[in-house]
């Protein structure tokens, strides 16, 4: 099995150089690396020199927003041309533990959505994350199903999936088509792609001993620097499918006075 993976990359080099240095001491190697810099022309000399090499491709924004589902595709498409079987995607932040790409080669089957446990790791100390270490530094994430290190559970809830780490095999991408491009910036294209797998009778699967380590970074909760990316994409996503997604960050952007629901239209705008 010809395994790729596919992250995307706009700032936050360092966090890339950590998941560059934890494939690098992966299990199972990965045979293609592909980084997918949005409008960052840094990124090819910071992958420079290191193992596994990457190979960059670049994607410029839209309309000055990160063409997140794009770039996805744009890699897979890079993949797919490589003849990959199996198509990994981890964020940028995120650190691939040592089975991961192991995992989810062995329990990759077409019609099948993977996804890893994530663990969100407290801020580094001065010297920075130690690969060994990660795995003691915090627990998976309360939100999502915790599979024991041999275990698949299968039957999953798509409206859970996210896009920090997940697995399909190459039958399966196209089975699904990939992300829909009509969202751009933050948000929604995740549950969109959630929403597809169910419909074409791709099972969600969480799978055991495939662990990533998310790097810390600061955000802001509810994510108010993207308000209208988020708005805009629900609105995507309403008109895709006749119901809103992250309706918990648009009831605090209406509880913090930025938005406002119109239940004469059914619509989400800015307040």
């Excluded at 080669?105 to 790791?121: N, Q, S, W």
Aim: hydrophobic share 40%; net charge neutral.
């Amino acid at each position: 099995m010809r395994v790729a993976v596919i992250t995307l990359v706009a700032g936050r080099h360092r966090h890339l150089a950590l998941q560059q240095r934890g494939l690098a001491a992966s299990a199972l190697r990965p045979d293609h690396y592909i980084v997918v810099a949005l409008e960052d022309p840094a990124v090819a000399e910071a992958v420079r020199d290191r193992e596994p090499a990457a190979d960059v491709i670049h994607v410029r924004r839209h309309a000055d927003r990160l063409p997140l589902a794009a770039a996805r595709n744009a890699g897979a498409r890079r993949a797919l041309a490589a003849a990959a079987d199996l198509l990994v995607f981890l964020d940028v932040d995120c650190v691939p533990g040592p089975t991961l790409l192991e995992r989810y080669a062995e329990t990759a089957k077409d019609g099948t959505l993977l996804c890893g446990t994530v663990t969100y790791l407290p801020p580094p100390p001065p010297e920075g994350y130690r690969l060994t270490e990660l795995s003691g530094l915090a627990s998976p994430h309360p939100a999502r199903p915790v599979p024991h290190d041999d275990e698949v559970l299968t039957g999953g809830d798509h409206s859970l999936f996210w896009t920090l780490s997940f697995a399909v095999t190459a039958a399966t991408w196209r089975r699904i088509g990939g992300f829909c491009e009509r969202y751009t910036g933050y948000g929604g294209e995740d549950t969109d792609f959630g929403r597809t797998a169910a419909t074409k009778g791709v099972d969600l699967r969480w799978i055991g001993g495939a662990p990533a380590y998310h790097q810390h970074h600061p955000v802001s909760r509810p994510p108010v620097e993207h308000l209208d990316d988020i708005l805009r994409n629900a609105a995507v996503y309403r008109d895709r499918w006749g119901a809103w997604p992250m309706e918990g960050w648009l009831r605090e952007f209406a509880r913090l006075g930025l938005a406002r629901y119109d239940p004469a239209t059914d619509t989400w705008g800015r307040q």
